[in-house]
């Protein structure tokens, strides 16, 4: 079983639509929580930053972390056709010297 | 400039030829990192680099080796290429902290 659970997808939804990605784990030990969204032909990029369990807002983009369920969501509001990429949740651990477990990274597709 | 830089961006090798993958970062980010990306399987680590002595082995470090020839560059190497390395090669950068990390727009390998 690997460390961090991601859906692949794809994940197709409308424009305007509310969008739900999530990953699982299975490490109690992980306190950083991230989103990164990677465009195709194109590096990830960091989207979203989270300490420990709680909600984060930013503009459009909701991450949330609940640590008790080991689960984290990145919700995206108004979801617009520049939104379609590829995302990634990573976490890490102060005691792995906070090196970064990825997800496999969910494909998400917005239709106009 | 970007931050992080990777050369080439593409490139084609025959089986059994030595390459060089090469990146260099702005970003003053002692440590750096090389991935692969194929479908489905998201980013796996191939080695690491905490500073400019400190080089690790990653979870896929089987027929691949790095030199870390300064704070900013960080080059991978293929010995002797075969098939099933061609993959989307990414390098990346952070700090000691919870920044996040920082990717370049990465090299597409591919081995005939």
């Known amino acids: 079983q690997k460390e961090v659970e991601q859906d692949p997808g794809p994940l197709s939804v409308p424009e305007g639509a509310i969008v739900s990605l999530n990953c699982t784990y299975s490490?109690?030990?992980?306190?950083?929580f991230m989103w990164y969204r990677q465009y195709s032909r194109k590096g990830p990029e960091l989207l979203m930053y989270?300490?420990s369990s709680g909600n984060k807002e930013d503009g459009r983009f909701t991450a949330q972390v609940d640590k008790s369920s080991k689960y984290i969501s990145l919700f995206i509001r108004d979801s617009q056709p520049s939104d379609s990429a590829t995302y990634l949740c990573?976490?890490?651990?102060?005691?792995?010297?906070?090196?970064?477990?990825w997800g496999a990274g969910t494909k998400l597709i917005i239709k106009p | 400039d970007a931050d992080v830089t990777q050369t080439p961006r593409n490139r084609i090798t025959k089986t059994g030829k030595r390459i060089m993958l090469e990146c260099s970062q702005t970003?003053?980010?002692?440590?750096m990192y090389w991935y692969r990306q194929d479908p489905g399987l998201g980013l796996r680590l191939i080695y690491y680099?905490?500073?400019?002595?400190?080089?690790n082995k990653g979870e896929i470090s089987d027929g691949y080796s790095v030199s870390r020839q300064a704070q900013a560059k960080f080059s991978l190497s293929l010995e002797s290429a075969i098939p099933n390395q061609t993959a989307l090669y990414f390098c990346?950068?952070?700090?000691?902290?919870?920044?996040?990390?920082?990717f370049g727009s990465g090299t597409r390998l591919t081995v005939v």
């Open positions: 990573a976490m890490s651990a102060s005691d792995s010297n906070y090196q970064l477990i």
């Open positions: 680099s905490f500073d400019v002595k400190d080089i």
């Open positions: 490490n109690s030990a992980f306190q950083y």
């Open positions: 990346a950068t952070s700090d000691p902290g919870q920044s996040g990390y920082t």
């Open positions: 989270t300490y």
């Open positions: 970003k003053g980010h002692d440590r």
